[in-house]
């Protein structure tokens, strides 16, 4: 699975062009580190796009408290974390104390296991799941705590319904939470040739409806799509692409389908917060995955740079991506 993540940025500095030969600092980014035999590069990935958010950075680091599991606090770990990508003087560190934690706090699922491979997208989301009840500690969906960072920065508040256009029958609106956006590859790509003028975002709505069809809810006969309307504005979304199988040759056409920026109103059939349908989102980051491995491409706000990472490896992107 690859995905690619978006962010609403207010009055950020993407506009600033490159500067060929400039020496800017990317500190404070850094490394993190994936010894033979770890497989941790799926939580690597997840770390270094959060770590490069800075809403998610911030609030982070303004929570005042939280419910402290102790040896296996993922909060405390990945706190642990932000704390030396501020202050440690290494260009790479061990994200061990996390993958320890994940592990425990998983192991009844049998998720993310040490030494085991695992999905960075459902990391990334059970990191942030976790966030939620190490602050608000109750798993429920309609969280409405003002200092949850997942749900008032990351979650989707969702509701679907369907409405026959032949009969006019609407079925009850059934209210849903989505920390990721998924949207299947294939539908993604059958949906190109036709929508070549339509926004990323549309491209994105149409494919993550078409496949969906169900029955008119009076039984008319009619099938029907279902409709997503998006009753938040969150600052934050992610979409996660998935794909059918591990060998892909849709690969090159996602990339080109992918675009930077995304508007929410594109994104669902109806957008309610007025905030939101204004809302214009842009890309800056991304994790990605092939041959077994994820890495993970960052926006780096201070430099206005596209950053590489895999693993220990910090790479600035030059060239065309940074040019927005
Ligand atoms: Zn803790
Ligand atoms: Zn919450
Ligand atoms: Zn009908």
Redesign the pocket.
Known sequence: MAWAKFFRKPGGNLGKSYQPGSMLSLAPTKGLLNEPGQNSCFLNSAVQVLWQLDIFRRSLRQLPGHFCLGESCIFCALKGIFSQFQHSRERALPSDNLRHALAETFKDEQRFQLGFMDDAAECFENILERIHLHIVPEETDACTSKSCITHQKFAMSLYEQSV?R????SSDPLPFTELVHYVSTTALCQQMPQRRDESFGELLQAASTIGDLRN???????R?RIRRVLMNSPEIVTIGFVWDSDQSDLTEDVIRSLGPHLSLSALFYRVTDEHAKKGELQLVGMICYSSRHYCAFAFHTKSSKWVFFDDATVKEVRGCCNHH
């Open positions: 026959c032949s009969c006019g029958a008119c809810p009076s039984n008319c006969g009619q029907i």
